[in-house]
Nanobody
């Protein structure tokens, strides 16, 4: 049984920072790509950032230069450092991993940025 547990969300003022964490629990041989997605009310879920097993990163244009994704393979954890937060970053943030052809999602963590 694989379970993704996210943490680090909360309420922050515009310009502030948050760090999201996602721990992958369960028996896995290896994890390929890890990533963060977000969904605001009334919107579709969208990619925020991904990082491959080789640590190649990809970011949505809206977060480039403000967010940084990283991973700790020994701890099966992926992080999202979010700086210079804007009200438009408000959303539920989801962790996603790829293990071969299998896809796993976390339950989501709310991030709210006040103006």
């Amino acid at each position: 049984q694989v379970r993704l547990v996210e943490s680090g969300g909360g309420l922050v003022q515009a310009g502030g920072s948050l760090r999201l964490s996602c721990v992958v629990l369960g028996s896995l041989f290896s994890i390929d790509t890890m990533g963060w997605y977000r969904q605001a009310p009334g919107n579709q879920r969208e990619l925020v950032a991904t990082i491959t097993s080789g640590r190649t990163t990809n970011y949505a244009d809206s977060v480039k230069g403000r967010f940084t994704i990283s991973r700790d393979n020994a701890a099966n954890t992926v992080y999202l450092q979010m700086n210079s937060l804007k009200p438009e970053d408000t959303a539920v943030y989801y962790c996603k991993i790829l293990v071969g052809s299998l896809v796993y999602w976390g339950q989501g963590t709310q991030v709210t940025v006040s103006s």
